[in-house]
T-cell receptor, first 112, second 114 residues
Framework: NAGVTQTPKFQVLKTGQSMTLQCAQDMNHNSMYWYRQDPGMGLRLIYY???????DKGEVPNGYNVSRLNKREFSLRLESAAPSQTSVYFC???????????FGPGTRLTVT | AQSVTQPDIHITVSEGASLELRCNYSYGATPYLFWYVQSPGQGLQLLLK??????LVQGIKGFEAEFKRSQSSFNLRKPSVHWSDAAEYFC????????????FGDGTTLTVKP
């Protein structure tokens, strides 16, 4: 099992460009999550999906959109990137009933 | 709302010494509590979790944590630290009423001196 995979690993964007971060899990988990990690700020939840077809805003959703394409895949889209979105993005999945989460390796995004 | 505080931003210990990382949480009922570890350039990995029952829980890599309801704490311990334990450690709290979402602390960076 690959666990949680994320693509790309690194990305540099110019202000105003758009891109989609991809995430997939092969553990048959219902819940999937997108976080951003910034120095000294821990992990902040951007969006969350409790099950296929449902999404919910987290703590910092502005500037992002998500799609839960199927049970395996949960993508994060930046429509018009801003320098404030420079961060490391982590996707995670989990069984809601147990609440433990399994993380992907992250995408390091720089917006210039 | 639930919250997590990790009072120590950075801790340095010598290899072979014992370790305790502090975590305090705020939640009205019995929480679900977790410790995760993040090595440089990696994602987070679950070390251990507490849901109910025995308040001393064992995890991977020789770590343990103790849930103390009276102190709203869930401190992580290891009796003898190895150089490979150098990493960032995150405490997290989840709640049944929060539909699977966890709140993470800001993390504690552990440096291990030879």
């Amino acid at each position: 099992n690959a666990g949680v995979t994320q693509t790309p690993k690194f990305q540099v964007l110019k202000t105003g460009q758009s891109m989609t971060l991809q995430c997939a899990q092969d553990m048959n988990h219902n819940s999937m999550y997108w976080y951003r990690q910034d120095p000294g700020m821990g992990l902040r939840l951007i969006y969350y999906s409790a099950s296929e077809g449902t999404t919910d805003k987290g703590e910092v959703p502005n500037g992002y959109n998500v799609s839960r394409l199927n049970k395996r895949e949960f993508s994060l889209r930046l429509e018009s990137a801003a320098p404030s979105q420079t961060s490391v993005y982590f996707c995670a999945s989990g069984l809601a009933v147990s609440y433990e989460q399994y993380f992907g390796p992250g995408t390091r995004l720089t917006v210039t | 709302a639930q919250s997590v505080t990790q009072p120590d931003i950075h801790i340095t210990v010598s290899e072979g010494a014992s370790l305790e990382l502090r975590c305090n949480y705020s939640y009205g009922a019995t929480p679900y509590l977790f410790w995760y570890v993040q090595s440089p350039g990696q994602g987070l990995q679950l070390l251990l979790k507490y849901f109910s029952g025995d308040t001393l829980v064992q995890g991977i890599k020789g770590f343990e944590a103790e849930f103390k309801r009276s102190q709203s704490s869930f401190n992580l311990r290891k009796p003898s630290v190895h150089w490979s334990d150098a990493a960032e450690y995150f405490c997290a709290v989840g709640a049944y009423t929060n539909a699977g979402k966890s709140t993470f602390g800001d993390g504690t960076t552990l440096t291990v001196k030879p």
